[in-house]
C-alpha cells in the first residue's frame, strides 16, 4: 500500500482517535501509529484471568447533556448507534469520620442542595448560594453551545449579568477560597461536595474553581455514565471508523521522528515496528499527536524544538493516579458495598487540603495512614463488566511519580504488592469479609502510568488546572502548534479526563479542518 496519507496519529489515547475518526470522515485517509500492543491508551479494558479490568473509566457526563463537547462528536460519528451509555445513579456516598454516617451526594441541583440541606440544615442559605453559583457558571459556559439555537438565548437573556456575575466575580479563584466563602471552616461540608477531589488534583488550594465548577457541576447537574462493556467498546469503534474510511491503525509501531519540509511544515512521520525492527516513513501533511508536548519535542528537529514547547515550558503537570483491581468470588453488595462509587475519607483528613498529604504517603511503604480512596463497584450497574462469576472492585487515589524511586524491579514489586495489600486492608475494615473473598488483584501506579501512557511524570490529566495569574481570555486550549501542519489532540489540549480529552480531539480536528480550507 501507498505511504502517502492525508492525516498521521501519533498515539491511540481518545484524544488521537476522536481526532483520527474525525478527519477521516471527511473523505481523509488517517494513519493511526500506536507504540502499545492494544489501542485505546488510557480508555482500555482487559483481562486478567476471569477479572475484567476498566484501565480508567470510572463515570462521565451523558454527550446528551447541555454544552456538553462530547455531544458533536457523538452525533458526527453516530457513536450512540455503537456505544452504550448506563447511568449510574446517585453520583456519590461520602464516608468520613467528620460526617457521621455516611452521606449520599445525588444528582439534579434541586436535589443536591435537598440533600445537603438535610445534612447541614445550618448552612441552609449557603448551600442555596452555592448550588446557585454552580448552576449559572454552568449555563453561562454553555451560551456559545451550537445547540441552543435563537430561541434559548432570548430565553436566557435577561439571565445574563447574574451569569456573567457568577463566573467573573471567582474568574480567579481556587476552589479552597470559593469553598471558604461559602462555608468558612466547615471542612465536613467541604468533604461533602468535592469528596472525588483526586479525579482533578490533590490540592485545593491552588486547583482553579472554574474548572472544578463546569466538570463537577456537570455531574452534580446530570448524573455520571458508564460505557457498556467499558472505555475500550469506545476506543474500537472510533479506530474502526478510522478503517472504515479506507485508513489504517497500526499497533506496535512507535513514533520516532517527524519530517518537515523546507518552509518548516509537517510533510510526514518517521515509525518503527517492534516487531522486526523496521523503520518506514508515512507521508502527510497533518500530523495529530495524541501525546505530551515534552514527548513530542523529542520527535522534531533540533533547531524546532524550543519554539514549539514555548508555550508548554512553565506550565504545571497534573497529578497521577495509583488504581487497583480487585475481583471477588461474592457481589460487593453482600459485603455491605451500596453505592457504584463511594470516597473513602481517612480519620487522619480533617480538612480538605489535607488530600495533598494523602498523595505524598505512596512515597514510603504503607503505614497506618492510607490516602483517600475511591471505591467503584462496577456490578451496582448494568456495567458489562460483572462477568464469569469474578465481581471487579477499582480502588483509585492520587499518586505521584516521585513516590516510586526504586531503581530496582525487586524493590519496586515488594512496595507496590505492600500498597495493594493495605487498600484491601482498609477495604476490609469498611466492608468485613472482602479481604477473604478476593481472587484477582493487580495495582498500577505512576509510574505504571508513565511507562505505558508514555506521559512524563505519570500525568493523567495533561497539565494541572492552576488558578491563573490574570484574567483569562479564553479557555486554556491548544490546538495549533508553531508546526504547520501539527496539532494536539490530547489531555495536553487543554483538559483532561474523557470529556477533555475527546474535546481536545475535536479541537484538533477542527482547527485541522480550518487550515487545510
Known sequence: MSKDYDAIVIGSGLGGLTAGALYARTGARVLLLERNASLGGAATTYRRGALTIEASLHETTHPLAGGDPKRAVFEALDLGASVELVPVGDFQEVRSALLGHPFVLPHGFDAVEARLTERFPQERKAIHAFVRQLAR???????????HGVAWRITHVAELP???????????????????????????IKFAVAPNLPYYTDDPDTFWWLGYAIAQGGYLRGGGYYVKGGSQVLSNRLAEIIREEGGETLTRCPAVGIELGADGSVTGVRYRSVNNGAETTARAPVVFANAAPQVIETMLPIPQREEFMRPFRDRPLSISLASATIG??????TFGVSSYSTMLIPGWMRKLSDFKRGTALLAEPPCDRLPALCVVDYDRIDSGLAEGGVFPLSIVCADRLENWPETSATAYERKRDAWLDAIIARLDEEWPGIADAVVEKTIATARTMHEHLNTPGGAVYGFALRTPEHVPKGPPQTFATSIEGLFLASAYSGFGGFTGTIGGGAGAARAALRARA
Open 328 to 333: 471477588l468470588r461474592r457481589q460487593p453488595s
Open 137 to 147: 457558571t454552568l449555563k453561562l459556559s454553555e451560551l456559545a453551545s451550537p445547540e
Open 162 to 188: 447574574l451569569d456573567l456575575w457568577a463566573v467573573a466575580r471567582d474568574i480567579r479563584a481556587s476552589l479552597s477560597a470559593v469553598l471558604e466563602r461559602y462555608f468558612g471552616d466547615n471542612e465536613a
